[in-house]
């Protein structure tokens, strides 16, 4: 059954407190890894996408990578603007989405 | 680029009224959109996907003769709730793939069934 799953569920961090969160996956075929941020109320931000295993994207104090079985997202030293939830979500076929629950990030000043 | 609007951003209703939802694509043709319900604190929850031009495929447990979705121009889908009811309160949100498969999501809309 294909699944995506998110850990933590939540992460407290203080400012400056670099972390990573993790999305894992087991698909039968993976054609993109997707994540997003969204703010209470309001609808997910892009953030990136990842095609194949060994690809790393970076934006600000963010960086995604993926493997062949998760994708984690690094957060170097992070500011309370970070704070949200953070989605990901797995591209099977083309319009087949597989969305994680997220991570809810605080970031602590 | 790649901006996706919602109107309204929220709305209040009366039992057993309908309620039209829009969602545009600004900059980019979409050519398939797709409709999600959130509630408070879970993630989303797919309702249904829809191409320019063609009947939308509802997710299995979605009423398709109660959420009635439109996607008449590359640009624009339109979700119509009937007969609201106050369990159908929830955030309505869309988005939209052009050239890429990249999700594009609209900010999102409030609805309260009174």
């Known amino acids: 059954e294909d699944q995506v799953t998110q850990s933590p569920e939540a992460l407290r961090l203080q400012e400056g407190e670099s972390s990573s969160l993790n999305c894992s996956y087991t698909v039968s075929g993976l054609r993109g890894l997707f994540w997003y941020r969204q703010d209470p109320g309001k609808g997910p931000e892009f953030l990136f996408t990842l095609y194949s295993a060994g690809e790393e994207k970076e934006k600000e104090r963010l960086k995604a990578t993926l493997t062949k079985k998760e994708s984690f997202l690094h957060i170097t030293a992070p500011k309370p603007e970070d704070s949200a939830t953070y989605l990901c979500a797995v591209q099977i076929t083309g319009n087949q989405f597989y969305f994680g629950t997220g991570t809810s990030l605080t970031v602590i000043p | 680029g790649a901006v996706v609007s919602q109107h309204p951003s929220w709305v209040i209703c009366k039992s057993g009224t309908s309620v039209k939802i829009e969602c545009r694509s600004l900059?980019?043709?979409?050519?398939?959109m797709f409709w999600y319900r959130q509630f408070p604190k879970q993630s989303l929850m797919l309702m249904a996907t829809s191409n320019e031009g063609s009947k939308a495929t509802y997710e299995q447990g979605v009423e398709k003769d109660k959420f009635l979705i439109n996607h008449a121009s590359l640009t624009l889908s339109t979700l119509t709730v009937t007969s609201a009811h106050p369990e159908d309160s929830s955030f309505y949100i869309c988005?939209?793939?052009?050239?890429?498969?990249?999700?594009?999501f609209g900010p999102g809309t409030r609805l309260t069934v009174l």
């Open positions: 900059d980019f043709q979409a050519t398939t």
């Open positions: 988005s939209a793939t052009g050239l890429t498969d990249t999700q594009y």
